[in-house]
């Protein structure tokens, strides 16, 4: 399995971006998308359960970003929408072959699989 993420670049605060994370070798239960800044620790940004159609996001992200995506792709979005400057990081996508209860969503060790991470900066 393989995870493929790119859409990284430079965006003004405010404005809006998509990251796409490109699956090859199996369909996954969940995905997931990661993020880690210089100097902190990765972090938990937002989640998907597809078979069971819930979607979970971080508390700095909420109602700015949303995961989704296309199974005729095996692609997993990421919309970042009104973005700030505290959101510049790398962000990786990752996925899980088996299904996850909602506690174990936000934890990175969960996830088998993780893709190479791609920067996205955010100008004040």
């Known amino acids: 399995v393989q995870l493929q993420a790119s859409g990284g670049g430079l965006v003004q605060a405010g404005g809006s971006l998509r990251l796409s994370c490109t699956v090859s070798?199996?369909?996954?239960?969940?995905s997931a998308w990661f993020r880690q800044a210089p100097g902190k620790e990765r972090e938990f940004v937002a989640a998907?359960?597809?078979?069971?159609?819930?979607?979970h996001y971080a508390d700095s992200v909420k109602g700015r970003f949303t995961i989704s995506r296309d199974s005729a792709k095996n692609t997993v979005y990421l919309q970042m929408d009104s973005l700030k400057p505290e959101d510049t990081a790398v962000y990786y996508c990752?996925?899980?072959?088996?299904?996850?209860?909602?506690?174990?969503?936000?934890?990175?060790?969960?996830?088998?699989?993780w893709g190479q991470g791609t920067e996205v900066t955010v100008s004040s």
């Open positions: 998907a359960r597809w078979s069971r159609r819930s979607t």
């Open positions: 990752a996925a899980s072959s088996m299904s996850l209860i909602t506690s174990s969503v936000m934890t990175s060790r969960h996830y088998d699989y």
């Open positions: 070798g199996r369909t996954l239960s969940n």
